[in-house]
């Protein structure tokens, strides 16, 4: 339909895959790393060579303009995107593919899929973004359904309402980091939640795995940004009340938040938002060992400093992602962030 495509079996668009001479690069790099020899580049199997069953339920006829059983839709939501993910992808081993793949557009198609789902003994995963590392998306649901729909909510990806006053916005679950960045930048707001894998992973997502955020000291996780939740389940529309701090009882958003798609499809978030920075400075120190980094980092913690990111790397990943060289025994960087997710 001339929509950009990700990569059905790794991380990013598939227009931008590294080309055969990068992934050879860095091959050779990775075995220079680790001292080896003789590693072999292997090719990305074709999606026509999959050993993908035939689909075992198929969606009623309201319901089939919004769903999917093409080959690369099944493939590409098997399963999230933890090490051992893409390594089983690149295999070419899926496991547990949905036999459906649907793309609601809407809270009420949300629900007539839900229905549809109940009725015929089908399983129904909520798909976010599919950065998960944990099998959360993975359709492996055991044999007591007739089969399983994987609900993709990545259309459901508006910024709906903006309230100035309380300074938070209404956002549809199925918004990817950059996309509800980009409704709310024009407004001079941000949402301020950056998890590493913020490019391809939605507010449904972070909520329903309680994500934490790349700005790591005080708002760090998902919760503390959240207002109210909105969510379809199997037993009807919940939708937690916008209170600024309620003690009274248990909070419902806690049951959601977390849940991993497990109560049901959350289709929108009240999200408290921030005004846009406006001043930003950084700094890199080394440190001669590494538990001095520690001790360096918890004063300033402990000091209540709260610098919008203080990162401790070991020596390893301070040489491949922080380009700092690999001759330091430890260092401690609270570094900027990359350009993608700069503001
Ligand atoms: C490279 C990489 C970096 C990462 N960095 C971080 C990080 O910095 N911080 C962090 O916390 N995590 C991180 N993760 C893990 C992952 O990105 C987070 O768990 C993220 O919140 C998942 O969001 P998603 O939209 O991709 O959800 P998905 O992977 O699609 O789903 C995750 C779980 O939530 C459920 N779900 C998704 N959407 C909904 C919805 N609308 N309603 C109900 N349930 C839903 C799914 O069923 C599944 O159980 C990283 C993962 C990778 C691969």
Same mark, same amino acid.
């Given at each position: +339909?001339?929509?950009r495509?990700?990569s059905?079996w790794?991380?990013?668009?598939?227009?931008?895959? +590294?080309?055969?001479e990068?992934?050879?690069?860095?091959?050779? =790099?990775?075995?220079a790393?680790?001292?080896?020899?003789?590693?072999?580049?292997?090719?990305?199997?074709?999606?026509?060579?999959?050993?993908l069953?035939?689909? *075992?339920?198929?969606?009623? @006829?309201?319901?089939?303009?919004? /769903?999917?059983?093409?080959?690369?839709?099944?493939? @590409?939501h098997?399963?999230?995107k933890?090490f051992?993910?893409?390594?089983r992808?690149?295999?070419?081993?899926?496991?547990?593919?949905?036999?459906?793949?649907?793309?609601?557009?809407?809270?009420?198609?949300?629900?007539?899929?839900?229905?549809?789902c109940?009725?015929?003994?089908?399983?129904a995963?909520?798909? =976010?973004g599919?950065?998960s590392v944990? =099998? @959360?998306?993975?359709?492996?649901?055991g044999? @007591?359904?007739?089969?399983?729909?994987?609900?993709?909510?990545?259309?459901?990806?508006?910024?709906?309402?903006i309230?100035?006053?309380?300074?938070?916005a209404?956002i549809?679950?199925?918004?990817?980091?950059?996309?509800l960045?980009?409704?709310?930048?024009?407004?001079g707001?941000?949402?301020?939640?950056?998890?590493?894998?913020?490019?391809? $992973?939605?507010?449904?997502?972070?909520?329903?795995?309680? $994500?934490?955020?790349?700005?790591?000291?005080?708002?760090t996780?998902?919760?503390?940004?959240?207002?109210?939740? *909105?969510?379809v389940?199997?037993a009807?529309?919940?939708? $937690? *009340?916008?209170?600024?701090?309620?003690?009274?009882?248990?909070?419902?958003?806690? +049951?959601?938040?977390?849940?991993?798609?497990?109560?049901?499809?959350?289709?929108?978030?009240?999200? %408290?938002?921030?005004? %846009?920075?406006?001043?930003r400075?950084?700094?890199?120190?080394?440190?001669?060992?590494?538990?001095?980094g520690?001790?360096?980092?918890?004063?300033?913690?402990q000091?209540?400093?709260?610098?919008?990111? /203080?990162?401790?790397l070991?020596?390893g990943?301070?040489?491949?992602?922080?380009?700092?060289?690999?001759?330091?025994?430890?260092?401690?960087?609270?570094?900027?962030?990359?350009?993608?997710?700069?503001?």
């Amino acid at each position: +339909m001339g929509e950009r495509r990700r990569s059905w079996w790794g991380w990013g668009w598939a227009d931008q895959a +590294m080309t055969d001479e990068q992934v050879a690069n860095l091959g050779s =790099g990775v075995a220079a790393r680790l001292g080896v020899s003789g590693l072999q580049v292997r090719p990305v199997p074709a999606l026509a060579g999959l050993d993908l069953p035939e689909p *075992r339920v198929h969606p009623p @006829g309201a319901l089939a303009g919004i /769903c999917s059983t093409d080959r690369e839709d099944r493939a @590409g939501h098997s399963m999230g995107k933890a090490f051992r993910d893409v390594v089983r992808a690149l295999r070419g081993e899926l496991a547990h593919p949905p036999d459906v793949v649907a793309f609601p557009t809407s809270e009420a198609e949300v629900t007539a899929l839900l229905d549809w789902c109940s009725d015929a003994g089908v399983a129904a995963i909520p798909y =976010g973004g599919g950065s998960s590392v944990v =099998g @959360g998306v993975e359709g492996d649901v055991g044999e @007591g359904y007739a089969g399983v729909v994987s609900i993709d909510l990545t259309r459901m990806n508006r910024v709906l309402e903006i309230d100035r006053t309380a300074r938070a916005a209404r956002i549809q679950a199925g918004a990817l980091g950059p996309v509800l960045e980009d409704q709310l930048r024009p407004h001079g707001y941000t949402l301020r939640h950056f998890p590493q894998s913020f490019e391809f $992973s939605t507010l449904g997502g972070w909520l329903a795995t309680r $994500s934490g955020g790349h700005y790591a000291t005080v708002y760090t996780h998902i919760d503390d940004l959240t207002e109210s939740i *909105r969510a379809v389940t199997p037993a009807g529309v919940t939708e $937690s *009340r916008r209170l600024p701090g309620s003690g009274a009882g248990p909070s419902p958003d806690r +049951m959601l938040l977390g849940s991993e798609g497990i109560l049901g499809v959350i289709t929108e978030a009240w999200m %408290r938002i921030q005004d %846009r920075p406006v001043h930003r400075a950084s700094a890199g120190v080394h440190f001669a060992d590494y538990h001095d980094g520690v001790a360096a980092t918890r004063a300033i913690a402990q000091a209540a400093l709260f610098p919008t990111n /203080c990162r401790l790397l070991d020596a390893g990943e301070a040489a491949t992602s922080a380009g700092v060289g690999t001759g330091a025994a430890g260092g401690a960087v609270p570094h900027e962030l990359p350009p993608a997710r700069r503001r």
